[in-house]
């Protein structure tokens, strides 16, 4: 019956979930309890109390990126269509280091971030299939396992409050460079006979990393460059008066 | 049910329960639900529980401390405890005078 809890909207689950499903453990569960969990289900969505909180910036950060992932890749395809079109390789190779930006901060999380991710690892698949130089595939994956690996461990410092100049020394270094190496290298990837199947395969593709991030910019999504939020810093209780 | 539980509709009655649970000291939900239940003889159903504690918290009455594992203890503020003293004082008097008047009908 705990499922019942699914039945409340996102955002008082993000909040509540685990308490209530920890409540529900340490009880048997009658039919009175399910029934007031569905009024309290129906409650919570005709008056949401758990309201999302402000949401900081760099929780659009990964929408943002998703999107523009989403963008440059129907560009591509859009270029593919067009014989003289040269641009497409730039664009795909733009499209699949973009989604890298989300990777290391968010998408190696669980959830809908799977979702990203399977759709990243298509991308890098995608592009390295379509190297016809074996060389090139290899300097481009060594690129994109410099960024993961460079950039989480960026993140990770940049939430532990390492020193502001080498935190973003780092953020650079680890993100930026990837990015131009995997543009420069991904110049001439795609070749007129695969045009076809990239409009048939990569239009859809494409679309798919718009809605995502739509959703992830509407939604927000937390990353690990964000501190954790403090708890219990709301006004101190006192005695009640005698 | 006077301001600010007039407007909690069927929380209010839930609401006042856990504020007078966690007057003592804080307390996460299942401990919530079993002080209640003590107090009052009748269970407080998960859904209306945290119907109401979502509520308290909105309106800066409760607040959430530190999870616990999963477990997320919750106490009282200072609003909270104004709130709940005015709340208790008003049913004081409602009480005084309901048995005035059933003792003067008695008569």
Redesign the interface.
């Known amino acids: 019956m705990s499922r019942l809890v699914h039945l409340y909207p996102r955002t008082?689950r993000d909040?509540?979930e685990?308490?209530?499903?920890?409540?529900?453990e340490?009880?048997p569960?009658s039919l009175?309890?399910a029934?007031?969990?569905?009024?309290?289900?129906l409650?919570?969505h005709l008056h949401p109390?758990?309201?999302r909180e402000s949401m900081p910036w760099t929780h659009r950060l990964p929408g943002l990126a998703v999107l523009a992932t989403g963008l440059f890749w129907i560009a591509a395809i859009a270029t593919v269509r067009d014989p003289s079109g040269t641009d497409a390789d730039r664009f795909l190779g733009l499209a699949a280091m973009t989604v890298l930006l989300g990777l290391p901060g968010d998408y190696l999380m669980p959830f809908g971030r799977r979702i990203a991710t399977a759709l990243g690892i298509g991308a890098l698949g995608v592009i390295l299939v379509f190297s016809t130089p074996w060389s090139v595939s290899v300097v481009v994956f060594l690129g994109v396992v410099s960024l993961i690996l460079g950039g989480t461990l960026t993140m990770a410092a940049i939430r532990a409050g390492i020193g502001a100049t080498t935190r973003w020394r780092l953020l650079i270094g680890t993100l930026v460079a990837p990015l131009v190496v995997g543009v420069v290298v991904s110049m001439g990837l795609v070749d007129e006979a695969t045009g076809r199947l990239a409009v048939l395969v990569g239009l859809p593709y494409g679309l798919a990393w718009v809605l995502i991030g739509v959703r992830l910019i509407v939604r927000g999504s937390p990353t690990i460059i964000d501190p954790p939020t403090p708890?219990?810093t709301?006004?101190?209780?006192?005695?009640?008066?005698a | 049910m006077t301001q600010p539980f007039g407007e909690l509709g069927r929380f209010a009655e839930p609401s006042l329960y856990i504020l007078v649970s966690l007057?003592n000291g804080p307390k996460?939900?299942?401990a919530i639900?079993t002080d209640v239940e003590q107090m009052t003889g009748a269970?407080l159903?998960?859904?209306?529980?945290?119907?109401a504690?979502?509520?308290l918290?909105?309106r800066?009455l409760i607040?959430?401390?530190?999870?616990e594992?999963?477990?997320?203890p919750y106490?009282?503020?200072?609003?909270?405890?104004t709130t709940?003293?005015a709340q208790l004082a008003h049913l004081e008097g409602f009480v005084r005078t309901g048995l005035e008047r059933l003792g003067g009908g008695i008569k």
Request: net charge neutral; aromatic share 6%; hydrophobic share 40%.
């Open positions: 008082w909040r509540y685990a308490e209530l499903l920890d409540l529900l340490q009880r569960m009175r309890d029934i007031d969990l569905v009024r309290g289900a409650d919570a109390q758990a309201e708890l219990g709301g006004p101190v209780a006192r005695e009640i008066p | 007057s996460h939900g299942y639900m269970p159903g998960p859904g209306t529980l945290y119907g504690l979502a509520r918290e909105r800066g607040e959430a401390l530190e999870p594992d999963r477990r997320r106490r009282l503020t200072g609003a909270g405890a709940l003293a």
